[in-house]
């Protein structure tokens, strides 16, 4: 059975087809990789899984429920409290120290703020990145703001974590540092993974990977996903 699920999706950009019939299903607990080249449609069908974008045609479910068809307020709530979100890079809010990057989620949760800042930095021993709890993202490296990002995106114990190119903007010692604290965490927390990627060493930490070509998914490791 899927936690989450695409069916025939289709979106355009005024002419531009993005998403032309493509069908994923993702169980719960399970990395997912979602490779492909530049421009053939991996980037919106994340956006469309995660109710960001609503397509033109097809559905998405999530935990049973069709998500392309709810209201915004709806569709936000449920971003909220049961997705968390790691982009490639400009995501740290850069007027916030490190440590209340990482707690906005819980925040906006309506945790309250002692309570909130005291999780977020337990994530900072555990994610390498001790004694960098008070600066901002203009002091940070590229690694340690992507893996408080990364700290950020799992904070509320998101039921998926979804990671378009999470490692895109690193050099490889700092990809693969994030991607191993990456699935560590998401493995012990059991939460799902989404990971959008052009690169093959990051694909290589998923359970299954997928191919997204031409606005529709292919898959090489699972005869019974896909087209
Ligand atoms: P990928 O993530 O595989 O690189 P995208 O999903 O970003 O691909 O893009 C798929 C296609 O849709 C591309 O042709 C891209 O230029 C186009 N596209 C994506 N987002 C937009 C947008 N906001 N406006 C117009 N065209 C877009
Ligand atoms: P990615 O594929 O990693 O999302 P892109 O550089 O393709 O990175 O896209 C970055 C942003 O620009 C996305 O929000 C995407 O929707 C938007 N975008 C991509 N292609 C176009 C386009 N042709 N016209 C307008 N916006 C675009």
């Known amino acids: 059975t899927s936690l989450i699920e695409a069916r025939d999706v289709a979106l355009s950009f005024g002419r531009t087809p993005a998403l032309r019939g493509a069908r994923l299903s993702v169980a ?11 421009g053939s449609g991996k980037s919106t069908l994340l956006h469309c899984l995660a109710g960001i974008l609503t397509p033109d045609a097809g559905e998405i479910w999530f935990d049973g429920r069709r998500v392309d068809t709810m209201g915004e307020t709806e569709r936000s709530t449920l971003r909220r409290d049961r997705f968390g979100f790691v982009f490639q890079f400009g995501q740290l809010v850069p007027e916030l120290t490190a440590e209340e990057n990482v707690a906005l989620p819980l925040l906006l949760g309506g945790s309250r703020r002692a309570a909130a800042l005291k999780e977020a930095r337990t994530w900072f ?31 509320a114990h998101p039921e998926i974590l ?16 994030v991607m191993d604290l990456l699935v560590a965490a998401a493995r012990e927390q059991g939460t ?18 997928v191919i997204v070509r031409d606005g529709k998914v292919s898959s090489f490791s699972d005869a019974g996903v896909g087209a």
């Open 125 to 155: 021993e555990r994610l390498g990145l001790d004694g960098l709890e008070e600066r901002r993202s203009g002091e940070l490296s590229g690694g340690q703001a992507q893996r408080i990002a990364l700290a950020r995106g799992l904070v």
């Open 28 to 38: 719960a607990g399970e990395i997912l990789a979602i490779m492909g080249p530049s």
């Open 162 to 177: 979804f990671a378009d190119e999470p490692t895109g903007s690193l050099d490889s010692l700092a990809g693969e540092q």
């Open 192 to 209: 799902t993974v989404i990971v959008v990627t052009h690169e093959p060493r990051v694909a290589a930490y998923a359970d299954r990977e």
